[in-house]
């Protein structure tokens, strides 16, 4: 049984991400999704009425990886087409990315692992913003609240 039989049936993972007016960074999110440690994943991209060329940047992705599955909207905003993918989700966990933003290689990996360690419901991370011009990422979220392992009962109202 090859790889994309099996994640067709069961990914891990689903990759959601809705996607407006993104074809400068689209292909950079949609290659660190690919890129990552864990391959077991399916990327569900929401055209959300992109009057761009980010639906021919998918398009063209799709022709060399069967993971990628598109779906196609008028214009409803990100919450839409978010839910709308999450109907049509098939992994055991579900990942939302921006189009604009990027993961680190590890990231589903790491991500997966302690969901299943602690058994948790839910894994918030922290991130980085990151300036082309300078080349230059700073972590966003440097509070306390980042830093903990584990939040418990009314810690998960905070988030």
């Known amino acids: 049984m090859s790889d994309s039989t099996n994640l067709e049936i069961n990914p891990k993972v689903s990759v959601i991400i809705p996607f407006y007016n993104t074809e400068d960074f689209i292909q950079l999110c949609i290659e660190s999704v690919q890129n990552q440690t864990c391959q077991d994943f399916e990327i569900i991209c929401v055209d959300d009425g992109s009057p761009d060329k980010s639906v021919d940047i ?3 992705m799709m022709i060399t990886d069967d993971r990628i599955r598109l779906i196609q909207i008028e214009n409803h905003g990100q919450g839409y087409a978010r839910n709308l993918a999450l109907n049509q989700a098939l992994g055991e966990y579900i990942l ?6 990027w993961i680190e290689p590890v990231t589903i990996e790491v991500a997966v692992k302690r969901i299943e360690e602690d058994n948790s419901d839910i894994a918030v991370f922290d991130w980085r913003y990151y300036t082309p011009l ?10 306390n609240f980042f830093s ?12």
């Not at 300078?134 to 509070?143: C, R």
């Open 148 to 159: 903990k392992n584990k939040l418990i009962g009314d810690e998960c109202f905070e988030l």
């Open 134 to 143: 300078t080349d230059k990422s700073n972590y966003v979220n440097i509070d």
């Open 96 to 101: 939302f990315l921006d189009s604009d933003d």
């Open 58 to 60: 998918v398009r063209q």
